[in-house]
Structure formats: C-alpha cells, structure tokens
C-alpha cells in the first residue's frame, strides 16, 4: 500500500522505502520500549546517496537541555512492533558517544571523525574499505 500526500502526490512511504520527512520525528527505543531519543535529521552521501547518519536528540525538557548524537545508519533497526527505530545502547554508553551541538555541528567533522564514530558504534562504514579518503585507523 502506498500512501500520498493529496495536494502533491508525491509518494511519502511504500512497503519498503520512506520519505526522510516521515523518519525526522521518528523515537528511537531500546528492545524492551524504553524510549532513548529522536531522528531530528538523516544525512546522505551526496555522490553515493546513501543514508550515512541519523541524527539524535537525546534527553532534555521541551527542546532544552537535549543533547545530539550522529548514529551510523547501520545501526538503527526499524522494529514495526515499536513503530520505532531500535538501538540497543545503555544510558552510559548513549553519554559516552560521540556529541554534537543543537546546530548540528562537531567538534571536527572531517573522515577521522565519522571514523570514530563508526569505531565506538562497532559499525561498518558508509564509505567502504577502500576510500581514498579514509585515514586506515
């Protein structure tokens, strides 16, 4: 089943693809349904096109307060029964994770950056082993 907006028509889910405005606001739980946070943005590779990042918000009082994490795509799960993304992380892992500012911005986002990230996260890298780009740590 698909379904539409009515003023545009343009195609916002399918059975297996989904429009990023319908990810953004999307909780992200733990198995047990415990809520751990919010995709506020997804970031795409813009040569490959492939989601690389999902951008949490963590924490916080209505908007304040809240802390923001880049999680490799990888390693969030769309679970159908949660009606959430799934990722299995402690609160203390969550707090020991790579930040970002409520701008959006890190401290250093360059390869050796989204390379840590990728190392604390034990995820597979968006890029692929043999980037020219990667630094090989």
Do not use: C
Request: aromatic share 10%.
């Amino acid at each position: 089943m698909m379904q539409t907006t009515a003023q545009s028509g343009d195609v916002r889910e399918t059975h297996n693809l989904i429009a990023s405005d319908k990810v953004e606001g999307t909780p992200v739980r733990r198995t047990d349904g415990d809520k751990i946070g919010t995709i506020e943005r997804v970031m795409i590779e813009k040569r490959s096109g492939k989601v690389a990042y999902a951008v949490m918000s963590f924490g916080g009082f209505m908007g304040l307060g809240e802390e923001y994490y880049t999680l490799p795509w990888s390693v969030l799960k769309y679970n159908t029964q949660l009606d959430a993304y799934e990722l299995n992380l402690t609160e203390d892992q969550l707090r020991g994770a790579p930040r970002r500012t409520a701008e959006g911005h890190d401290a250093s986002y360059d390869r050796e950056w989204e390379e840590h990230v990728h190392r604390y996260y034990n995820a597979t890298p968006y890029w692929g082993e043999s980037d020219p780009m990667s630094t090989g740590r």
